[in-house]
């Protein structure tokens, strides 16, 4: 792949950008490409970037967190080139869950080997996402996040901000249906996973993939917050689903419906709103990815 033209699209706010950008395009630069690098500072903006600015290039160089790639979804989508990550953001999920290191070098690397493959995206109402959406506790916990803390902190920021939610969780009722099947939960928490990684490095299941094109559901049913806390280990590594007060569903698509309106996050931002009608665009996205 070296010696292309590479359209570089950065998120200027992105937690490690200041840190990382430089290293990062300048390892693009000694594999031979040219580099045609814009800022994008929201969802809007990314989208008439590239789509304006796709035109005559090989590839699109996606430089943020995970939120910054699953904005840009709906215009890499519709102009389908390959895209590579440059992972600048605090989680990184996708990075991890794609194998792609996080070291700007080691990402620089892994777009110039040129090794490529498809991927799904999850869809929510219209929204597009890559990791996982959720319902619940996470939404509140994402409402917390301060900026300045996810760039001092990192990953750590976002056990801080669990922190501060924890005293005042409250469990939630919801419908999720399933095809035919429609369970009432009584639940802190539903996570839908289209890839492996979220929250800094927790697992959907042991079983994820993202390009399986199944979509992983779980609520989380537990007794109390101190039992909440408790489960944490079984969160990194996929196993929540083993534990009784775990609801578990894998399917193609799903609708989450609640009392009243709930806000809805995808990949770390609150889009969308209760009900939610999930579904997969199977093998929608190619990126470059270590083999």
Request: charged content about 25%; overall charge negative.
């Amino acid at each position: 792949m070296s010696h292309g033209r590479l359209l570089v699209v950065v998120n200027p706010h992105a937690s490690r950008a200041a840190n990382a950008l430089g290293a990062a395009t300048a390892a693009l630069f000694a594999e031979g490409f040219a580099l045609d690098i814009r800022q994008s500072h929201s969802r809007e903006d990314v989208h008439d970037l590239i789509i304006r600015e796709s035109r005559d290039v090989d590839a699109i160089v996606i430089g943020g967190g995970d939120g910054t790639v699953s904005g840009a979804l709906p215009a890499l989508i519709e102009v389908d080139r390959p895209v590579g990550i440059l992972p600048l953001g605090t989680a990184n999920d996708l990075a991890r869950t794609l194998g792609i290191p996080v070291e700007p070098a080691g990402a620089a690397a892994t777009i110039a080997a040129g090794d490529r493959r498809r991927i799904d995206i999850g869809l929510v109402n219209d929204v597009h996402f890559l990791n996982v959406s959720s319902i619940g506790l996470a939404v509140e916990i994402t409402d917390r996040l301060d900026p300045e803390l996810k760039r001092r902190l990192g990953p750590l920021s976002y056990a801080a901000a669990a922190l501060g939610t924890l005293g005042a969780a409250e469990k939630f009722a919801a419908i999720i249906a399933c095809g035919d099947r429609r369970t009432d939960v009584n639940t802190y928490q539903i996570t839908v996973g289209n890839g492996v990684h979220y929250g800094g490095g927790a697992r959907v299941s042991v079983d994820a993939a993202i390009d399986d094109g199944i979509l992983d559901i779980f609520a989380i049913e537990t007794a109390s917050v101190p039992e909440l806390v408790a489960m944490a280990p079984a969160f990194f590594e996929g196993r929540q689903g083993e534990r009784d007060d775990v609801k578990v569903f894998r399917s193609t698509e799903a609708l989450i419906e609640t009392a009243e309106p709930m806000p809805v996050s995808t990949d770390g931002e609150i889009t969308t709103e209760t009900p939610a009608r999930y579904s997969v665009m199977r093998r929608a996205l190619e990126v470059f990815a270590p083999r």
